[in-house]
Every structure is written in C-alpha cells, then in structure tokens.
C-alpha cells in the first residue's frame, strides 16, 4: 500500500532541515570564530649545568699597596704591580722592603701582605679561596654573608700547615722552611699540621707548628715578645761585614735593618750585616702573630785600615835584618 502524498512530500523537508542544522556548526567555525593569536615560538633548550659551572671561579683583585710590589701569573715574568689587578690560579704576589699589599675577594675575604711576604693564589671559588704563603706575614679577615657560606684557607708552603675559617680574623707567619704562628682576633680558626692533626684556635689564642710536627695545644697571645740580641763584640769593627744573632719566640717574624730574616724552629736567627765607613745604625725588630712588636739596635763604627803606603818611583826596599847581618851590626 502507498504511503500517503502529505507524507512523501515531509520526508525531503525533514532532511533538508536536519542538513542545515547540521551546517550551523560548520558556518560559524569557518566564517564567524575570531582567528586565534600564533602561538609564541618555543625557547630554545636549556644547556646543562655543569658541577664545574656551578662551581664558577671568581678573581681575587690587588685593590690597594704601597712600595715594591711585583706579581708573576703563572710561569711569566715579574711585573710592577697595578691597582685593581686581577688574580688567579697560579699567581704569585710579593712585597718588597717596606711594602704592604691588600687583596680582596669581593666581599668575602681581605687579605693584607706585609713587607717580604710572598703569596700564591692556588684556588678560587664562590664557596672556597685557597692561598699558599711562601714567607712572611700577612692577616686574613673572612666575613660572614647571609645565605653564603665562603671558606678561606691560608696554607704554609714548605710544611704541613694549613689555617681556615668561614668568619673571623687571624694572622699567619711563615718562615719558609715548615715554622708557622698563627693567632686569631676574631672568630675560631682552625689549624692543621702534621697528618690532618688540628686544633680550634680561639680569639686571642695562638699556636705553633713545627716541622713534622701537629699543631701546638692553643695558649694566650702574649702582649710582649722575647728578643735576645748576640752583638759583635766592641763598637769599633774592622771588617765591613759582621755576623748579628739573637733568638726570639718561634715564629715571629724577624728584620734587620728592614730585610726579613730566617729564624729556625726554634726562634734563632743569624744574619751578616754589611757596613759603611763610619757609623752605622744596626736595627733589629721582631713582631708577633698578635702585634706585639720588640726593637733592638746597637752603633757600630767601622774604621779599615789605612791602605799601605804608595812606593816612591826608584826605591827599593831592603829588609834592615839582612842589611844589619851584612854590615855586622847587631840586629835592631
């Protein structure tokens, strides 16, 4: 049986209009949506941080001196010191007679070089500064940054000494065969000699290492320092050049007329002194870790003797003894 004509004439009407529905959607994405933004364009990939990079060197800077000063980087030639003068792994600072030197590392570290002191720079870091102190004196002062904890290490060369500390103040002295003094000011410093031995030193203490030996127990610095002088006997000398010795308290630093002198472990120290004719003002000084200073001084006069007499064109000399024999008159 046929389905009525009113039906057959819905079913194209109903399709139309479920097409039409079905376009709405269509229509509207590709006529009526705004176009989106571009998308930025990614970043480029981040390189790998390295524990090395992390761990990223830093300058230590000559900032301020007065007098002789001469820096060597590495295996170079000494060069007049300049301010500001940037320092790094392997270089070597040194003062002269009645010089002094300051070098700094940032905000962290300052460190003062006294005269004849001769310093290398052995590593340098955000966390770690590390220096060698050949001879000498110098006062290394460590500040404390909030979030920052900065290590500074002053080792002795030729011995097993090794001074360092994260805040607070202390000088070193080293002789250059393995005697080190250190003394704190400031804060708690610690010092290691022989096979990894160490004591804390304290503020106002001070302690000893000796060659082959670990750091001595830490004691009080003394206010005073012992020196005992062995002068040139008499005022008058005849040579141009004399022995001076005298003995001190291991580990301070001794000076004769200005120049640093060699003292062994146990304080002694001999040194030739060269004169000039006439008077002459012979100073000795010796300086603890502390400050403490002692002076000793002694005039010595040098007089040579006359220089012998020029001989007169065509005179010879006889010895009287073999004129007298000669002659038969009794010898003189």
Do not use: C
Request: proline share 10%; net charge positive.
């Amino acid at each position: 049986m046929a389905a009525p004509p009113s039906r057959r004439r819905q079913v194209p009407f109903l399709v139309g209009l479920v097409l039409i529905l079905a376009a709405l959607p269509v229509g509207w994405f590709l006529f009526l949506r705004e176009t989106p933004a571009p998308l930025p364009p990614p970043p480029p990939p981040r390189a790998a941080v390295t524990a090395a990079e992390a761990k990223k060197a830093v300058e230590l800077v000559l900032s301020s001196f007065e007098g002789t000063v001469e820096v060597k980087h590495g295996k170079g030639e000494w060069e007049p010191a300049r301010k500001d003068m940037p320092l790094r792994p392997t270089d070597v600072v040194r003062t002269g007679r009645g010089s002094w030197a300051v070098v700094l590392n940032g905000e962290s570290v300052e460190l003062r070089m006294e005269a004849d002191t001769e310093i290398s720079v052995e590593e340098l870091s955000d966390e770690l500064s590390k220096v060698l102190l050949g001879s000498g004196l110098a006062t290394a002062t460590v500040r404390g940054r909030p979030n920052v904890r900065h290590t500074f290490v002053l080792k002795a060369k030729g011995g097993d000494a090794e001074a360092s500390t994260s805040q607070g103040t202390f000088t070193m002295t080293n002789n250059g065969k393995g005697t080190v003094s250190v003394g704190t000011r400031e804060g708690d410093v610690k010092l290691t000699g022989k096979e990894g031995k160490y004591v804390i030193v304290r503020a106002g203490q001070r302690s000893i290492v000796r060659p082959g030996l670990g750091p001595t127990e830490p004691s009080p610095i003394p206010s005073t320092v012992f020196l005992k002088m062995e002068w040139p006997a008499g005022k008058t000398q005849r040579k141009p050049e004399v022995a001076v010795a005298g003995r001190t308290e291991p580990g301070s630093r001794v000076t004769v007329d200005g120049v640093s002198v060699p003292t062994d472990e146990e304080g002694n120290f001999t040194v030739n002194v060269a004169l000039k004719n006439g008077n002459n003002k012979v100073q000795v000084s010796a300086v603890g870790v502390g400050g403490a200073r002692e002076d000793a001084q002694r005039e010595l006069t040098l007089v040579e003797p006359p220089p012998p007499k020029k001989k007169k064109p065509g005179t010879i000399e006889v010895d009287s003894r073999i004129f007298n024999e000669s002659v038969g008159a009794p010898p003189p």
